[in-house]
């Protein structure tokens, strides 16, 4: 039988597939990188105008952890390892805190390390499950808006039998006419509510959350149509936890219209996983 | 939406000393859709996941601190996968990071796939030279047109169609193309 020159594009690209597919890292692996670039970008962005900023930061992380561990036993929610993720560490080191970022230099300088550190004692990050879309429930809550920018927290719920843990940045794709779509998330300073201007990041923690308690994101979105064309509307977000492999699906009852700004065809920026709610009153 | 307020968000202020937010989050919301086919071409150059993981997050930072460089108009797909491809060429793992990989637990195993069918592709990737292997990743793999494996490769179209073909020869024969198909 003889054979086409598509006959041959097929069966190698198959072959491609089959041998390369499972060493590719997979959407976690792309959060990292995503996190670490924002992180950088964020990082020289402060470097260069807010100088001092992570002094604040730490400060502000320390007091948080106080507020959260004191809470923390009520709500069935703790915080076990606590560092400014600003300064461009890898969620893989599991809780280790990272050299402070030197706030005289004027651009970022070297990556870091994309290989774990070799640390031997174990951490809640290892000796607790990550947190997966499979057992969370979520919906919307706190929802506010002011000067066209909307925010909101996201409850996610831990329905499963054991605790779980997660530290870091939820992956959020949003659902349009049945369609997942990416969304260009940020994690800036630039956010109006969830910072307040204040040009600090909010702090990121690693989370426990037992069978039945909740953790937050949140996160706060342009909605005003700055562009010719109309925003999209979604239906849902998707959100997938920081370490884990499946989302969780969020109604927006009354449909998200995404629009952009700051020179992003969408801008939507995220809050890390926490403790406590971002918008409660 | 949850507000009828229609005034607009403040513009991005520009950060003293170069660089503004407005820039920084448009290049990252660009950036993002194509971290995933990064880390398959990363996958497919280096062969190995860790490495391709350290390659992506390298090139991405590359390409964020060089993004004042890129053309107005040009597309950043060819333009950060030539970065990737660069970065791969250059990413040699220290002594250091071998003893740190040799520490990680093993990747679990992939559901349906086949080993020994993997390994095979790995293997006949791997003794292709690195030019060829790029450009047949990129047609195959990523499968982008040859205008932008040319781009990518860094090479003239004509010579991204040569090297495709000859890798097509070289993994057709070694993967045994022909009797694999009915």
Same mark, same amino acid.
């Given at each position: 039988?003889?054979? +086409?020159?598509?006959?041959?594009?097929?069966?190698?690209?198959?072959?491609?597939?089959?041998?390369?597919?499972?060493?590719?890292?997979?959407?976690?692996?792309?959060?990292?990188?995503?996190?670490?670039?924002?992180?950088?970008?964020?990082?020289?962005?402060?470097?260069?105008?807010?100088?001092?900023?992570?002094?604040?930061?730490?400060?502000?992380?320390?007091?948080?952890?106080?507020?959260?561990?004191?809470?923390?036993?009520?709500?069935?929610?703790?915080?076990?390892?606590?560092?400014?993720? !600003?300064?461009?560490?890898?969620?893989?080191?599991?809780?280790?805190?990272?050299?402070?970022?030197?706030?005289?230099?004027?651009?970022?300088?070297?990556?870091?390390?994309?290989?774990?550190?070799?640390?031997? +004692?174990?951490?809640?990050?290892?000796?607790?499950?990550?947190?997966?879309?499979?057992?969370?429930?979520?919906?919307?809550?706190?929802?506010?808006?002011?000067?066209?920018?909307?925010?909101?927290?996201?409850?996610?719920?831990?329905?499963?039998?054991?605790?779980? +843990?997660?530290?870091?940045?939820?992956?959020?794709?949003?659902?349009?006419?049945?369609?997942?779509?990416?969304?260009?998330?940020?994690?800036?300073?630039?956010? +109006?509510?969830?910072?307040?201007?204040?040009?600090?990041?909010?702090?990121?923690?690693?989370?426990?959350?037992?069978?039945?308690?909740?953790?937050?994101?949140?996160?706060?979105?342009?909605?005003?149509?700055?562009?010719?064309?109309?925003?999209?509307?979604?239906?849902?977000?998707?959100?997938?936890?920081?370490?884990?492999?499946?989302?969780?699906?969020?109604?927006?009852?009354?449909?998200?219209?995404?629009?952009?700004?700051?020179?992003?065809?969408?801008?939507?920026?995220?809050?890390?996983? !926490?403790?406590?709610?971002?918008?409660?009153? | 939406?949850?507000?009828?307020?229609?005034?607009?968000?403040?513009?991005?202020?520009?950060?003293?000393?170069?660089?503004?937010?407005?820039?920084?989050?448009?290049?990252?919301?660009?950036?993002?859709?194509?971290?995933?086919?990064?880390?398959?071409?990363?996958?497919?150059?280096?062969?190995?996941?860790?490495?391709?993981?350290?390659?992506?997050?390298?090139?991405?930072?590359?390409?964020?601190?060089?993004?004042?460089?890129?053309?107005?108009?040009?597309?950043?797909?060819?333009?950060?996968?030539?970065?990737?491809?660069?970065?791969?060429?250059?990413?040699?793992?220290?002594?250091?990071?071998?003893?740190?990989?040799?520490?990680?637990?093993?990747?679990?195993?992939?559901?349906?796939?086949?080993?020994?069918?993997?390994?095979?592709?790995?293997?006949?990737?791997?003794?292709?030279?690195?030019?060829?292997?790029?450009?047949?990743?990129?047609?195959?793999?990523?499968?982008?047109?040859?205008?932008?494996?040319?781009?990518?490769?860094?090479?003239?179209?004509?010579?991204?169609?040569?090297?495709?073909?000859?890798?097509?020869?070289?993994?057709?024969?070694?993967?045994?193309?022909?009797?694999?198909?009915?």
């Amino acid at each position: 039988m003889s054979m +086409t020159p598509d006959d041959i594009d097929r069966a190698l690209s198959a072959r491609l597939a089959t041998g390369v597919d499972p060493i590719v890292p997979g959407q976690a692996a792309a959060d990292r990188i995503m996190r670490t670039v924002a992180e950088r970008a964020a990082g020289g962005r402060r470097a260069r105008g807010f100088a001092g900023g992570s002094g604040a930061g730490l400060r502000a992380a320390l007091l948080a952890a106080v507020v959260a561990l004191l809470v923390g036993g009520v709500l069935g929610v703790s915080v076990v390892a606590l560092h400014d993720r !600003s300064t461009g560490g890898n969620p893989r080191q599991g809780g280790q805190v990272p050299p402070p970022v030197a706030t005289q230099t004027p651009t970022p300088t070297a990556s870091p390390p994309a290989t774990p550190s070799p640390a031997a +004692t174990p951490t809640l990050a290892t000796a607790v499950p990550p947190c997966d879309g499979a057992t969370l429930t979520a919906r919307l809550a706190d929802q506010r808006g002011a000067a066209g920018t909307d925010g909101a927290d996201i409850v996610l719920h831990n329905a499963g039998t054991i605790a779980c +843990t997660m530290e870091g940045y939820t992956n959020v794709q949003a659902l349009s006419n049945g369609h997942a779509v990416q969304l260009g998330v940020t994690h800036s300073i630039g956010g +109006t509510v969830l910072n307040n201007n204040n040009g600090t990041l909010p702090v990121t923690a690693l989370v426990a959350v037992q069978p039945g308690a909740d953790a937050y994101v949140a996160f706060e979105y342009s909605s005003v149509n700055s562009g010719p064309t109309q925003c999209p509307s979604y239906t849902a977000l998707l959100i997938t936890p920081p370490q884990g492999q499946h989302s969780v699906t969020v109604p927006a009852p009354n449909s998200l219209i995404l629009c952009g700004g700051y020179g992003a065809s969408i801008w939507l920026d995220e809050a890390p996983v !926490s403790t406590t709610a971002y918008f409660a009153s | 939406m949850w507000t009828t307020d229609t005034r607009q968000p403040a513009p991005p202020a520009a950060v003293p000393g170069g660089g503004d937010r407005g820039s920084d989050l448009s290049f990252e919301a660009e950036l993002r859709p194509l971290i995933i086919p990064a880390l398959r071409l990363a996958a497919a150059m280096r062969l190995d996941r860790q490495d391709a993981e350290d390659a992506v997050q390298e090139a991405a930072l590359r390409a964020w601190r060089r993004q004042d460089n890129r053309r107005e108009g040009t597309d950043l797909r060819p333009w950060f996968l030539a970065i990737v491809a660069n970065q791969c060429r250059e990413t040699r793992r220290s002594r250091w990071a071998s003893v740190l990989r040799s520490a990680d637990p093993p990747h679990p195993p992939v559901p349906g796939a086949d080993p020994i069918a993997a390994l095979d592709v790995t293997a006949a990737l791997r003794r292709l030279p690195e030019t060829i292997r790029l450009a047949v990743v990129l047609r195959y793999y990523l499968d982008l047109p040859f205008e932008e494996v040319a781009s990518v490769s860094g090479c003239s179209l004509d010579a991204a169609k040569s090297r495709v073909r000859r890798g097509v020869q070289s993994l057709g024969a070694a993967l045994r193309l022909h009797e694999a198909l009915p």
